[in-house]
């Protein structure tokens, strides 16, 4: 008898390290509540956590694939070639501009109001690119396991043109980046922009997609797709543990955002999500 428990006391444990190790935590732009946001240190101090990097991607006039979650240079947390603060307002499109205009911006060296804790220090927006590459040397020199990528396509019908590419070129030249380097087998794909989505699934059918949806039914956000995501991911305030059992019968994952306390971490486990996209991996 006390074998036969030994036994399935083994099993349990092992049945536990195995969702434990499935769980997809995830470092929202990195770690942008402690390093600056989508930024090569924020991706390098997300790695020491051992979580997914979470980043956004945008295109300078250029075509040069960035990373970037505004379409423009951000006057909250951002200071111009001078180290002066920015004018309010969205004038400095990053689409409007050539990459070497862009580099010149300091986008960590002002205090983010929403973020305190964030270290300061002067960095700038950088290549999709250059950021992959001192991601995989950084896991390398420290003995992390390859890293893992959940890209996000910023893109909005009503931005076409004017603050990025029509969905199939952005797609391409993202794409072109990610094979590139050779990360296609690490990588999640995820956009509030069905479109992106479906070229996406019908080109790099290997890909993982993820759709991200801030209201709505789960039921309505499907009809959006002609196809299952792999992933969905709504608004943390969305889940319940209904339609967290509505996309296991389907086979599609749910990782909420953002969450950014343990208490509601652990609840958001307890409902049984497959990942969380925190802006601070410290608390996983």
């Not at 051992?50 to 990373?67: H, N, P, Q, R, Y």
């Not at 300091?106 to 991601?135: M, T």
């Not at 603050?163 to 995820?190: N, S, T, Y």
Request: hydrophobic share 40%; glycine share 6%.
């Amino acid at each position: 008898m006390r074998n036969l428990v030994l036994a399935l006391l083994l099993i349990f444990s092992n049945l536990v390290s195995m969702a434990q190790a499935n769980f997809d935590k995830q470092g929202h732009r990195g770690s942008r509540g402690l390093m600056p946001e989508n930024t090569i240190p924020a991706m390098k101090l997300a790695l020491d956590y051992g979580v997914t990097l979470e980043m956004d991607i945008a295109i300078s006039k250029d075509k040069k694939v960035l990373v970037s979650h505004d379409p423009y240079i951000s006057d909250v947390f951002a200071l111009d070639q001078n180290g002066k603060e920015i004018p309010k307002g969205k004038g400095l499109k990053l689409y409007q501009m050539n990459y070497a205009e862009i580099k010149t911006y300091d986008v960590g060296s002002k205090l983010h109001p929403l973020f305190p804790e964030q270290k300061k220090l002067k960095v700038n927006i950088p290549l999709l690119e250059d950021l992959i590459d001192a991601s995989e040397a950084y896991a390398k020199e420290k003995g992390y396991p390859a890293p893992h990528y959940n890209m996000e396509t910023k893109i909005t019908p009503k931005g076409d043109g004017e603050l990025h590419p029509a969905p199939e070129e952005f797609v391409k030249r993202l794409m072109k980046v990610i094979k590139k380097k050779g990360i296609i087998d690490r990588l999640i794909i995820q956009s509030f922009d069905p479109r992106s989505l479906e070229i996406v699934h019908q080109k790099y059918p290997q890909v993982k997609t993820a759709y991200l949806v801030s209201k709505g039914s789960l039921e309505n956000h499907l009809k959006d797709l002609s196809f299952k995501p792999a992933i969905y991911s709504p608004a943390y305030k969305l889940v319940t543990k209904e339609m967290i059992e509505a996309c296991k019968k389907q086979g599609i994952k749910v990782i909420p955002w953002t969450i950014n306390t343990e208490e509601e971490i652990e609840k958001l486990k307890e409902l049984g999500v497959d990942g969380i996209i925190s802006d601070y991996p410290n608390l996983f």
